[in-house]
């Protein structure tokens, strides 16, 4: 299992296993944790924040996804800033080396122990190689106060931003934690591997088809959520000819 | 929610309520000592008329009632009565945070459910202690158990959401502070897997190595013989063996005695 970096100039290469992770976000979010505010009659969790501007770490294996979750840099509209500025106490944190972290999908219930066990690892892991590789120093978050000794057992230290607030399913409160690259190697050991996660593959497109690819992602973006299938269909359709 | 915050007028029985907790926060991440932990937690909670608070395993993961203690600083009549008494087995307070992750008053589950008598009992039993109020705020575990923080007032508690979410942050963090330092979050690096002897142990199986007798042994180290036994006994167990040769062979592939 790896985790691919998945962003607006490679998502055509994923673009089955990115329709497939809104499913997912709306199984786990939706049916399983009852967030009813997010339901969506296509069965697919897709909000404001997942623009061009968005990445996705997302665990693959065996061509499934296993578990994902969102990166948005701070000086793009992100969740604390633009959804939720009365979490945080004080100004929200933003500039560079400064990303959200959303949407995390750590499983599925329907797997085991062992696959649950290893993606909640690896997608850890994954955001910090993430962080080395684009120089990010802290990440910024909303969590569910079930899951702050979980992160901080993981590594991470959750400095709070405002102070816990209750929504429909469950009480939260803003974050930031310092990235620390040390941590890459320790959560390594705990999961026995000494490979790296993260996979970024290259857009591995002519220029052509890169502006097509473009043009399509930012169509597929604007479109009500209700017909993404369709679009990502007429995507597809479209990109087949744009390469040959 | 903000509007209900700003419109509230009497909560803030304390000016900086989420600079102190964020302080706290800062401060209990890279503390070591359980007691300075508990003495600066309770330094802050007097100021909300809150005089005692535990940390406790409430509900076993199949949700059975447990109540066992973990740290703070406890009433002890009231502690020692609550457990003689049985009283976590009959506690709505403490069951009701099976369902929730929100903090939940004695005064608030009191207005907002119908208490039976059973729980009224405890509430007045509490008072003989000294106790008119209480929260508890729930700790869920991933493996379905429920630990909790519980804490108690002489008074009634400030019941604005401000004061509450405070509060409840200090549970959060008072909890993590104290799994660190009793070591029970799980330690980052994975130990080695190759057995780990103490220096006694290496000791005595060293001079196993070296043929001599328990006896000799015990002379040579200034230890009884009886000792010298305990010591061997230890290292073969925790090399996973039955026989002293065994142990030595052992020890040496694993590196922890020189050949």
Known sequence: MRVHVVNSGNRRQYLDLIEEMHRQRHRIFVDLMGWKALESPDKLDIDEFDTPAATYLIAIEDGQVRGSLRLVPTWRPNMLKNLFPEYVDGAVPEGPGIWEWTRHIPGDPQWSKETNNKVRFLLHIAVLE???????????????????????????????????????????????????????????????RDDSILLEMPRGLNAQSEVLTRHAV???????????????AALQGLMGAGDQ | MADKQ????????????????????????????????????DGILHDFNIDNFILLEAFSSRREPRAEFVAGVSNPGWRAH???????????VMRAG????????????QSDTIVR????????????????DGAVFPLHELDG?????????SDRLPHDVKTLAALHMLAIYYSIAVRRIRGS??????????????????????????GKSDWEIAKILGLSQHTVVEHLDQARKRLGVRTRTQAVIEAIAAGLIHL
């Not at chain 1, 979980?150 to 230290?157: A, K, P, V, Y």
């Not at chain 1, 607030?165 to 050991?189: S, T």
Request: some cysteine.
């Open chain 1, 130 to 192: 993430f962080a080395a590789s684009r120089d990010i120093q802290t990440v910024t978050g909303i969590v569910d106060t079930r899951i702050v000794a979980r992160m901080e057992d993981l590594g991470w230290n959750v400095i709070p931003l405002g102070l816990p607030v209750q929504y429909g399913e469950g009480c939260a409160f803003a974050f930031k934690a310092p990235v620390n690259l040390a941590n890459i190697e320790d959560l390594r050991q705990r999961i026995g």
């Open chain 1, 218 to 232: 930012e169509m597929v973006m604007s479109v009500p959520t209700s017909s993404l299938p369709k679009a990502t």
């Open chain 2, 6 to 41: 700003a419109t509230s007028s009497d909560y803030l029985a304390i000016p900086d309520v989420a600079e102190q907790v964020f302080a706290f926060v800062e401060w209990a991440a890279s503390e070591d000592s359980l007691t300075e932990l508990n003495d600066r937690l």
């Open chain 2, 82 to 92: 609550y457990m003689d008494a049985g009283l976590a087995c009959h506690d709505d």
């Open chain 2, 98 to 109: 099976l369902e929730t992750t929100a903090p939940i008053t004695w005064s608030g589950f």
């Open chain 2, 117 to 132: 008598s059973g729980q009224r009992q405890i509430f007045e039993e509490a008072g003989e202690f000294g106790i008119r």
């Open chain 2, 145 to 153: 158990s429920l630990s909790m923080v519980s804490m108690f007032a």
């Open chain 2, 185 to 210: 979050l799980k330690p980052k690096v994975a130990k080695p897997a190759r057995p780990v002897l103490t220096a006694r142990q290496r000791e005595c199986l060293q001079w196993v190595r070296a």
